[in-house]
Structure formats: structure tokens, C-alpha cells
């Protein structure tokens, strides 16, 4: 379905659909990006410059032209080649085959350490409705289990509530304050460092949000 002509013995679990789980709205899927997403982000991008700009990092140009859909081509080449080098997993957030964010899975770590961090967001047509939660889970089951990690990390805010409850209702735990962790709209922010390994996941994320009645296998 996917020509990314990735080495799947290499990077396991690339390209892939995951997915679905449902919430009250929909069906939720993670589905791999693709070029001819250029309006849909782009759209999105600049609706939701707000709700975006506190909790993402630092960027050169002006919002809305940094997310012009001309930008989306270069970005699409610069994230397709990390991931087929095995490094980053791009996904694109649906509810029922629209798009309604990203959620992306970076840094990964092969050998001893296997490990990666998570990050997403949710247009705010679509948010409070559980979708980034099962993104999220959909992610972290993907991630222990067919990519074969073993870790994963989320930086998040200190004043970023609904993030921080999103990372906590799918099960990460807080492990600490990193201080002035990273360049976002205009200063170094703390972050606090969120994090869980496969030993914590009892049988699966989406098996712990059904058995909580926030999610619904189809
Ligand atoms: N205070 C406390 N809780 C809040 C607040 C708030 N101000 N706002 C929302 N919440 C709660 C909601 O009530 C909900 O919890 P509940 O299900 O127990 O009621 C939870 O936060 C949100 O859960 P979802 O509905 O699954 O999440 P949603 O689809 O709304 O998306 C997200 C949340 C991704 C944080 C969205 O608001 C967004 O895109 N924000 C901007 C970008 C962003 O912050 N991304 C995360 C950066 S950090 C990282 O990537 C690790």
C-alpha cells in the first residue's frame, strides 16, 4: 500500500496503518504521511497557530508562512528520508479518514537502549473528544510492539494540562524537570520528562483505555 522502499528488516514496523480504535466521534488511525497532504496541513497548521505556537519549537519565518501548503513538499522529503533511514515514524492522526493532526514518533534508538520520544497534535475542531489519547496508545503499541522499542520519552509543558493528561490517562509516568529543555515561541522553556517502558503496559495502551471505557476495539 506504502512505496516508501523502506527496508523493513532494517526499520521494523515502517511504513504502517495502526489503527482502529474507536472514540465517540470515530474510528481513530495513525497512517503514514504523504505528499498530497499539502492543504489538509496546511489548513490546519494556520487555523491553529494559536493553540500550536506556546508548546512547539521555535521557528525561523512567520507562522503562517512557514506553513504555506508550498512548505509541505520539502518537509514531507526531509521527514520520508528520517524515516527510511529508521529514525522517525511521520504519522498523520484520522477520525474515520479525515485528517485531524499528527502524531510522530522521533529519535529512535536502536541496540541497547531502544528507545524514541512521542509528540502530537490535534486540530481544535476535533479536540476534547479522546482522539490524541488514542492516538497516543495506538502509537505506543505500535512502538513496543512492531518497531520493538523498549522506551518511550514525552516532553511536555509544565502549563500544557490537557497534554499532560493525555500522556497520563494512556499510562506515562513523570520522571523529572528538565530545565530550560528546549527553544519554543521565542524562549528556552522547562519541560517536564514523561516516560514509560514495556514493563508498564500490562497487556496493551488501547486494552488499558477500552478496559477504562474511554475506547472501543471495532
Ligand atoms: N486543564 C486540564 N485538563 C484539560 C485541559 C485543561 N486546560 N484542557 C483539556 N484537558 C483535558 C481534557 O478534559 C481531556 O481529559 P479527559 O478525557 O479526562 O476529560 C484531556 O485533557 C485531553 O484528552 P484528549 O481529548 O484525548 O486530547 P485532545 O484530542 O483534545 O488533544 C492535545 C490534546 C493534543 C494536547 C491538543 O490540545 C493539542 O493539539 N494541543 C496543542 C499542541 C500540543 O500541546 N501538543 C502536545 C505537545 S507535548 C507532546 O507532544 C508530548
Known amino acids: 500500500m506504502f512505496s516508501w522502499g523502506t527496508n523493513s528488516r532494517a526499520h521494523p514496523g515502517w511504513p504502517a496503518r495502526v489503527g482502529p480504535l474507536d472514540v465517540a466521534t470515530g ?3 495513525l497512517r503514514p504521511i504523504k505528499l498530497r497532504d499539502a492543504a489538509d496541513w496546511s489548513r490546519l497548521r494556520i487555523r ?8 512547539e519549537p521555535t ?4 507562522w503562517v508562512v512557514r506553513h504555506q501548503r508550498g512548505s509541505w513538499p520539502g518537509l514531507y522529503s526531509v521527514l520520508k528520508a528520517e524515516a527510511k533511514r529508521g529514525v522517525l515514524l511521520p504519522f498523520v492522526i484520522e477520525v474515520d479518514g479525515a485528517y485531524v493532526g499528527q502524531l510522530t514518533i522521533g529519535n529512535l ?7 524514541a520520544w512521542i509528540g502530537y497534535w490535534v486540530d481544535k475542531e476535533w479536540t476534547g473528544q479522546g482522539i490524541a489519547t488514542a492516538a497516543v496508545a495506538l502509537g505506543v503499541d505500535h512502538a513496543f510492539g512492531p518497531v520493538g522499542l523498549h522506551r518511550l520519552e514525552a516532553t511536555v509543558q509544565p502549563t500544557n494540562a490537557a497534554s499532560r493528561t493525555v500522556l497520563t490517562k494512556v499510562g506515562f509516568r513523570h520522571e523529572g524537570l528538565l530545565k530550560r529543555y528546549m527553544d519554543v515561541d521565542g524562549r528556552w522553556r522547562d519541560h517536564d520528562l514523561f ?12 486494552e488499558t483505555l477500552v478496559r477504562a471505557g474511554r475506547a472501543h476495539f471495532r
Open 59 to 62: 521557528g525561523e519565518a512567520n
Open 195 to 206: 516516560a514509560m517502558t514495556t514493563e508498564e503496559v500490562v497487556s496493551s495502551a488501547s
Open 48 to 55: 491553529n497557530q494559536e493553540l500550536l505556537l506556546p508548546w
Open 27 to 29: 474510528g481513530v488511525v
Open 109 to 115: 534508538q536502536r541496540g541497547a537502549v531502544r528507545s
